[in-house]
């Protein structure tokens, strides 16, 4: 069953929380300007299972310099689509609560849900899809050459979209972000990002989460990039590493 949350949450986290400078790069406090679009795509496997493959679409729109809005999925196959899945779905708000120089903060909301369909589950199975509402701050300092934000996320996941009842699960993630410029063309990211469940029957169990990648500016409004990661899991006994590592790439436009 923890297995079972586990996964469904990755799969959510994957596509909400919109991000929180106008140069798209990768830059983890990046946001559009007030009536631009942004879109990020992402392709993602695993270095043990690369028969097996995940795309993740982000979109956003800059109602404001300091409102945005977003939507995102995320859709997976495998053996050459012999296995097919809508994985999850997001819709989420993102306020820029501070804008003071170097300092940046927002603080976000979304409304998720994982998995939608696939070749052995109806759509929106009741048995299976779970329903996510997220709330949580996201702040750091920016500048020219690197940037570094924290973050903060309360999860609310049940089976049932409104069912606010003790059977749900609750969950709280923190994490840490950072890029580093190379020069105009090129630069470094990483983060690190723990989830931790707050439920006694889930008592121990957790994830910790790390990346790091390399993205390149074709110019000021795309990107494209290149990651690795891995998860360490807990569920009552001792930490796991995942077999293998993640490795993906995205491309970004601010249009």
């Known amino acids: 069953m923890k297995k079972i949350v586990l996964t469904s949450l990755l799969a959510v986290f994957a596509v909400s929380g919109a991000h929180a400078a106008n140069i798209i790069d990768g830059n983890p406090l990046y946001r559009p300007?007030?009536?631009r679009f942004y879109?990020?795509?992402?392709?993602?496997?695993?270095?043990?299972?690369t028969e097996t493959w995940g795309l993740a679409q982000q979109l956003g729109y800059g109602?404001?310099?300091?409102?945005?809005?977003?939507?995102?999925?995320?859709?997976?196959?495998?053996?050459?689509?012999?296995?097919?899945?809508?994985?999850?779905?997001?819709v989420g708000l993102n306020y820029r609560a501070v804008?003071?120089?170097?300092?940046?903060?927002?603080?976000?909301?979304?409304?998720a849900l994982a998995p939608v369909w696939g070749d052995h589950m109806a759509f929106l199975d009741k048995d299976a899809t779970v329903y996510d509402w997220t709330v949580g701050v996201r702040g750091g300092y920016t500048t020219a050459g690197w940037t570094?934000?924290?973050?903060?996320?309360?999860?609310?996941?049940?089976?049932?979209s409104f069912?606010?009842?003790?059977?749900?699960?609750?969950?709280?993630?923190a994490g840490l972000d950072g890029q580093l410029v190379l020069n105009?063309?090129?630069?470094?990211v990483a983060g690190v990002e723990y989830t931790g469940f707050l439920d006694d029957n889930f008592e121990d169990a957790g994830v910790w989460s790390g990346k790091f990648g390399v993205n390149y500016n074709i110019d000021a409004t795309?990107?494209?990039?290149?990651?690795?990661?891995?998860?360490?899991?807990?569920?009552?006994?001792?930490?796991?590493?995942?077999?293998?590592?993640?490795?993906?790439?995205?491309?970004?436009v601010d249009f």
Do not use: P, Q
Request: proline share 0%; no cysteine; aromatic share 16%.
């Open 184 to 188: 105009l063309d090129w630069n470094l």
């Open 163 to 173: 069912n606010w009842n003790d059977d749900g699960i609750h969950t709280l993630r």
């Open 33 to 35: 300007g007030e009536g």
């Open 99 to 111: 804008d003071m120089g170097n300092w940046k903060a927002d603080v976000f909301g979304s409304y």
């Open 148 to 160: 570094v934000a924290g973050h903060v996320a309360f999860d609310y996941l049940n089976s049932e």
């Open 39 to 49: 879109s990020e795509t992402s392709l993602a496997s695993h270095s043990e299972k």
């Open 222 to 252: 795309k990107y494209v990039g290149a990651y690795v990661s891995t998860d360490i899991r807990h569920s009552t006994g001792d930490w796991e590493f995942d077999d293998g590592f993640g490795f993906g790439f995205k491309f970004g």
């Open 63 to 90: 109602i404001t310099d300091r409102l945005l809005v977003s939507v995102g999925t995320t859709l997976g196959e495998s053996n050459w689509f012999d296995n097919a899945s809508w994985n999850a779905f997001s």
